[in-house]
């Protein structure tokens, strides 16, 4: 091995702590112990509270919504038939009139 490898290796070598190492470092800390602050904020102003909030103001409102929208595409549908209906029943007079005239016609023509 090199001297420079062996230089390393004693640098990089872990020493044993001495025996009062931990009681001086809870001392330390003991001595810098800063207070947390804890900031606590009002229920109106937290992200899951409004978000719970939306999740329930959509789930009362969609329901109505589906169903009235639903209600109105079938009143639609109802009045499309209506209207379809009065549509053949005015076709078929009219047809039923121009049958009569051609007949009408051919009967005055023979």
Request: overall charge positive.
């Amino acid at each position: 091995m090199n001297d420079f490898e062996q230089e390393i290796r004693s640098a990089l070598r872990r020493d044993p702590a001495p025996p009062d190492f931990a009681a001086k470092v809870l001392a330390r800390v003991a001595e810098q112990e800063i207070p947390a602050k804890v900031i606590r904020l009002p229920v109106w102003r937290r992200p899951a509270a409004w978000a719970i909030a939306a999740g329930l103001s959509i789930a009362a409102i969609v329901p109505p919504v589906a169903i009235e929208y639903r209600q109105r595409r079938e009143a639609r549908a109802l009045e499309a038939r209506r209207e379809l209906l009065i549509a053949l029943e005015v076709t078929r007079t009219k047809l039923q009139q121009t049958r009569e005239r051609i007949q009408r016609t051919t009967r005055l023509a023979l």
